[in-house]
Structures are given as C-alpha cells and as structure tokens.
C-alpha cells in the first residue's frame, strides 16, 4: 500500500470541507481518462497551447535566446502524454539543438507510454524520464548545473493554490541559475460559458476522471466507496478565475477503510473538493513572481487568447 496517498486521503476526508489532492487522479486509469479529456471538444485548454507549440515554436526558440551549440537540460514537470511537447521537440531536433528531454511526472504509467512513443518518433531524441513530484525534483534541478529550459504546461500550475504556487516559483527560481528559462503555459481568465463546460463535457469523460479517484482509493486502500452514491460536480468564479472540481455526496453515508474501524460519515450534499484549476492575467502571475528571480520575457498567445505561454528568465 502507497502510505503517503493513504496519510493524505486520511488527512482531506477529515478536514472540514473535504478534500482529496487531485495529483492521485493519475493512476493507470486515470491518465487514460485524462488523455480522452485533452481531445474533447469542450476542452479548449489542450488545443490554445498545442496551436502555440504548432504555430510559434520558432519564435519559442528565438525568445529562449539559445543557441545549438548550447548544451541544455529540456526539463519538464509533469508531461503527461507530451503531445504538445512533441511538436517543440521535433523543431528542436530539427534545427539540430544540442538537448535532453527529461519529462518528469508523478505517474510511472504516463512516463513509460511517453518515452516508447518518443523513441518511435524521433530516432535521435536523447531521453530520460524521471519519476517524482513537482517540489520532489528541485533538489535534482538544483544540483545539475547544466543550462536548463523547464517547461511546465497545460496550466499545471492552477492546481496549486495561490499560496503553494508562489511558494513553488520561489523555490524553483531558488534552484535554477542565472540565464535558466521557464516555459509556462497559463490557461486566460475568461466567461464562464467557455470554461465550465471543459470541466463537465457532454460525454462525461470529466465526470468519470473524477469519480475514479474513488475507485482508485476503493483498489489501493481497500475502502468501501459506493461510487453511484457520488456526483461529479464543477464550479467557476469568474470574478477570481478559480474553477473547482467537487464529488458530491448523493445521500448521508459511511464509508469504510480496511473493513475496520475507520469510517468517513457524509452528509447529504455534503462535497469532496478534488481540484482547483486557477486561471490567470498578466498581473496575477506578476503576484506570483514577486519573491522570485523569475522575469517574464515574452508571452505568446493563441489566436483566440485564450492561453498564453510565458517565457520566464532566472536573472
Ligand atoms: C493535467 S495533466 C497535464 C499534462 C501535460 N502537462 C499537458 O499539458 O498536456 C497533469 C500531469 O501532471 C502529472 N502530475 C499531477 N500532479 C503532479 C505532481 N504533484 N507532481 C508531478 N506530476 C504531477 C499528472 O500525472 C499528469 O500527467
């Protein structure tokens, strides 16, 4: 049993309000979900950026001030299936930048499909996945000295909270060094009509993604969730630009662990918060940077404005 996942369900289902940290969305399952969501057509968030990389990674590269005689460390967190990542990956090799990709992500699953389908792709792609979390790997990134460009995408970011997001750029800035670059991809504060409905799609994909957190805790630490007698419901603010995932208890219920004496009661109504996706403008992630060395040198936008690419400097 993963004793880390069960201390932290152990820890969210006896906060009051609930809730559960959505990095234990990915399991096997879970990033198969994910992958389905990325191609919905309410998830707007996937095709912005993929238009940024397929459109502008020239003028990425341009703005990242390299050169192919550089040696660089291409780090990113949290990569997922890479499908954005890929189509940078490709103009890089092309125009015969001297790089690795070291794709990092909590999930050994996503990792493993990304490095085979990266090798089938490109030939001559020097790859090295890591396994671990965001705030696990700055002590890696802080003790390799190499020049190194860290790409965080998919607004990975907005699932922090405000306060552990500033919290992780200060210490991210802390371990890179001068001249050191970040591309951050922060989905735009915009109506509600846009995007809620990338949280909660027709098909129920979303919802599903969702849910399976439950299953996942059912399999891993042998809990007792009936998951018909859970809602998957979304919220947006558009004022704070804060979307939140909840699971929703259908009815009051008790839910076992171990078949033992550890029990979670619900009330009717009573809801789970399993994710925060923050958006963002220019002057909040200016907040963000404040305590940091981090400058923003560019931002490159998708044709609908809806999700800028930040590039981000260690000075
Ligand atoms: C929303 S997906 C986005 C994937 C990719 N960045 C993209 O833009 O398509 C989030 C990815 O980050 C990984 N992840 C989530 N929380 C993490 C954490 N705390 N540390 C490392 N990886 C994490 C997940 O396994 C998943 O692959």
Not at 115 to 139: A, P, R
Not at 291 to 296: A, D, E, G, I, S
Request: neutral net charge; hydrophobic residues 35%.
């Amino acid at each position: 049993m993963n004793i880390q996942f069960k201390i932290d369900v152990s820890s969210g289902l006896t906060k009051s309000p609930k809730t559960l940290p959505s990095k234990y969305f990915y399991d096997e399952i879970g990033d198969k979900l994910f992958v389905k969501i990325m191609n919905l057509p309410e998830y707007y968030l996937t095709r912005a950026e993929y238009e940024i990389f397929d459109t502008k990674s020239e003028d990425i590269i341009r703005k990242l001030k390299i050169n192919p005689s550089d040696t660089i460390d291409l780090i990113e967190l949290g990569a997922g299936d890479g499908k954005k990542t890929k189509t940078f990956l490709k103009v890089l090799l092309e125009k015969k930048y001297n790089f690795k990709y070291v794709p990092i992500d909590i999930s050994i699953h996503a990792l493993k499909a990304l490095e085979t389908s990266c090798k089938m792709e490109f030939s001559n792609l020097d790859i090295e996945i890591k396994q671990g979390e965001y705030f696990g790997v700055l002590e890696d990134v802080k003790t390799n000295k190499s020049q190194k460009i860290i790409m965080f995408l998919g607004s990975n970011l907005g699932n922090l909270e405000d306060e552990a997001a500033q919290d992780f750029l200060t210490k991210l800035s802390n371990a890179l060094q001068v001249g050191d670059k970040i591309i951050l991809g922060l989905d735009c504060i915009k109506p509600e009509e846009i995007v809620l409905p990338a949280y909660n799609d027709s098909q129920g994909v979303t919802k599903a993604f969702n849910l399976n957190l439950l299953h996942r805790i059912n399999k891993e630490l042998h809990a007792d969730f009936d998951v018909s007698n859970f809602d998957h419901v979304p919220e947006y603010d558009e004022k704070t630009g804060i979307a939140k995932s909840f699971l929703v208890s259908k009815k009051e219920q008790k839910v076992s662990f171990n078949r033992d004496q550890t029990y979670y009661k619900f009330s009717k109504g009573e809801k789970i918060q399993t994710e925060t996706s923050r958006k963002y403008n220019d002057r909040i992630l200016q907040t963000l940077l404040r305590n940091t060395n981090l400058v923003q040198i560019s931002k490159i936008s998708d044709s609908n404005n809806y999700f800028n690419s930040y590039i981000l400097e260690r000075v």
